[in-house]
């Protein structure tokens, strides 16, 4: 079984991408976010005719959250328990779907930026962190055995080898001790990252910025990740990220990040 999440900047502008990568890598599911439509603008057709089903949360130009399986979508979810709001008025953001897909249950995850230390959109995201932080832990309390994957964009560099400077970054929001320190607390919640033990950095991204010749130039950062429950870790024969795809006109900005359960 092969699961991938790629934060896709836009399932309009990429649904050519989105069926390459499908294709490619013989998925059987796919977590996307910032797809940045409604539900009702969702490109469905070409996912559909590769023989897919297709769970979206979209509210608007902004955000969006998505599953697409070739292997089941069973209780789909949006949202997880106690997601924080955000706005005035004061909303649930398209930032979380789940879904059981062969025994599997996968969230698609867009965590909120932060925009800069101190905003109020800072503490919304340390919040939404604490929050998933607690129902996943929830979940793996009532079922020890529960195969849970939490993946998507993070938007957290846990380590200082998960950016290209870590000077460059000093005093910015993706580094900061709070937000490093809600990343560890799922992984201390018993979500290890699925992904890393196979992709051993420094230098090892899954974001460059579309500025300052960042992709060709190597400056990225890792952002995006896989998490999963330990039965889920038991079960990972390998894992990858798709540079390649960060290659190219009218590429995303990250890249996929794949991995493969036996």
């Known amino acids: 079984m092969r699961i991938a999440t790629w934060n896709v900047n836009s399932i309009r502008s990429r649904i050519d991408r989105v069926v ?7 998925l059987d599911v796919l977590l996307l976010q910032e797809t940045k439509c409604r539900d009702d603008q969702f490109p469905s057709m070409p996912i559909d005719a590769l023989g897919y089903q297709i769970a979206h949360h979209g509210l608007n130009q902004w955000n969006g959250v998505a599953i697409i399986s070739r292997v089941g979508l069973d209780e789909v979810q949006v949202g997880f328990p106690d997601i924080p709001t955000y706005g005035d008025p004061a909303v649930s953001e398209a930032r979380a779907i789940g879904a059981t897909c062969a025994g599997v249950r996968v969230w698609s995850l867009y965590v909120p930026n932060g925009r800069e230390v101190g905003h109020e959109h800072y503490a919304y995201k340390l919040d939404w962190l604490a929050k998933l932080r607690d129902a996943a832990s929830g979940w793996l309390a009532q079922d020890k055995d529960a195969q849970v994957i939490l993946a998507g964009d993070w938007n957290i ?7 290209w400077d870590p000077a ?3 005093g ?3 580094v900061t001790p709070p937000e490093r320190a809600a990343f560890e607390a799922i992984v201390d919640a018993g979500y290890a ?3 890393r033990p196979y992709t051993p950095g420094p ?3 899954t974001y460059w910025d579309y500025t300052q010749l960042r992709f060709p130039k190597k400056q990225g950062m890792r952002i995006d990740f896989a998490l999963g429950t330990p039965a889920v870790q038991a079960r990972v024969t390998d894992a ?3 540079r390649e795809e960060r290659k190219g006109k009218g590429a995303s900005d990250h890249a996929p990040v794949v991995v493969t359960l036996d």
């Open 193 to 195: 990252d699925l992904v």
């Open 172 to 174: 910015k929001t993706h």
């Open 203 to 205: 230098g090892v991204y």
């Open 168 to 170: 460059f970054f000093e």
């Open 157 to 163: 560099a846990p380590t200082d080898e998960d950016v």
């Open 20 to 26: 390459g990568v499908l294709e490619r890598h013989d």
């Open 240 to 242: 990858f990220i798709d």
